[in-house]
Each structure stands twice: as structure tokens, then as C-alpha cells.
């Protein structure tokens, strides 16, 4: 694999992770709500479905992933409900220092961020429809596939967290009361809109 290949995947991958979705949505309103840090057990779930779906398509199981997308539904559902059910709790709670600073567990925020991923069918589309035809991945060295996923990898924790640091420094910038609190409802709002796009996604199909 050259570098000019990894060079128009890494491209590609600047203009998915940049495309407004569930979880660029989830991940500026954790850090509205949490800050920086509390994005990074997101951030972790929302690549690792990503290198998931790479996989799929690097070993041949597309139609696998593609049965998945299907077969995912309820977890789309399941998804969307609890980002929703964030977004409403946000909107709910008082705006004091106890509220900004409680986080959802490590291993929660994690598994809604793997959740999210998997349950996108734009990430479901690009690894499966688009990245074989833009790439012969049949021919990649096992340092190929190595150098795709940290390729992958990079590029989307790269942009997620350029949104994570935005938010949080807007966070940061609103100390007073009445600050806080149009920060916490935006948040609120944001994980409304990441449910309402994955519900949304699951009546479209």
C-alpha cells in the first residue's frame, strides 16, 4: 500500500468524521455537559466501531456487516432512546457545579459510542459500498491492513476530538449561571437530536 493511497483514505475519512451525525452530535454535547475528558470513553467506542466495520470489509464479510446493519434495529432504537433519555435528564437537571461535573460511567460512554457507530448506516455504507471500490482490499499486506487502521483510527479520533475540544472550551468560557445553564440545555438538545437522527434512520430504511 503507497502512501498516495493512504493519503485519499485518510482524505475520505476527514470528510465522514467531519459530516454532522449521532456521533459528532453525542460527542459536542458530552463536552458541553462534561468537558473534554469526559468525551474520551465516547470517543474510544465511536472508533473502535469504526475499525469494526474496517475489518468487515478488509476480510471480506461486507454482506456480514451489511446483516448487521440490518439486524441492528433495536439497537439503533435502543440508541437513540438513551440519548435521548441523556438529552431530557440534561434539560431536567438544575445548573450547578454537581450537574456539570458528573459523567456517565467509563464503560457506559464507551458502549454508547460502539453503539452509535455500529447503528450508522452512513459508516455502514461507506466501509461497505464505498471504501472496496475506492480500494482494492483484497490486496493489502497484513502491514497494509496495520497501516489502514491506524489510518482509520487516527483520522476520526482526530476530528471527534477537534469537536470535543471546541465544545469544551465553550464550556469553559460560560461561568455564570444563566451560562451554565443555556450550555446545559444545548447539550440537552444536541443528545435529542443524536436520538432523534438514529430513530429517524431506523423509520427511513
Do not use: W
Request: net charge positive.
Amino acid at each position: 500500500m503507497d502512501i498516495f493511497s493512504l493519503a485519499g483514505l485518510a482524505a475520505a475519512m476527514v470528510v465522514l468524521a467531519l459530516t454532522p451525525g449521532p456521533g459528532v452530535l453525542a460527542t459536542v454535547a458530552t463536552a458541553l455537559s462534561h468537558g473534554f475528558r469526559g468525551t474520551l470513553s465516547l470517543i474510544a467506542g465511536l472508533v473502535t466501531g469504526d475499525i469494526c466495520y474496517l475489518l468487515f470489509a478488509v476480510f471480506g464479510l461486507s454482506m456480514v456487516a451489511e446483516a448487521l446493519g440490518e439486524c441492528f434495529i433495536l439497537i439503533k432504537l435502543c440508541a437513540g432512546a438513551y440519548l435521548a433519555y441523556l438529552g431530557i435528564r440534561l434539560l431536567a437537571t438544575r445548573p450547578d457545579e454537581n450537574a456539570r461535573d458528573s459523567a456517565p460511567s467509563t464503560r457506559r460512554s464507551y458502549t454508547s459510542g460502539l453503539f452509535i457507530t455500529l447503528a450508522n448506516p452512513k459508516v455502514i455504507l461507506f466501509y461497505c459500498g464505498f471504501l472496496p471500490a475506492f480500494m482494492d482490499l483484497s490486496a493489502l499486506t497484513p502491514t497494509g491492513i496495520g497501516l489502514t487502521t491506524l489510518t482509520v483510527a487516527t483520522v476520526v479520533a482526530s476530528v471527534l476530538c477537534g469537536y470535543a475540544l471546541l465544545a469544551s472550551r465553550a464550556r469553559q468560557a460560560m461561568t455564570g449561571r444563566h451560562a451554565v445553564s443555556a450550555v446545559q440545555k444545548t447539550a440537552g438538545g444536541l443528545m435529542l437530536a443524536a436520538g432523534f437522527k438514529l430513530a429517524t434512520d431506523v423509520i427511513t430504511e
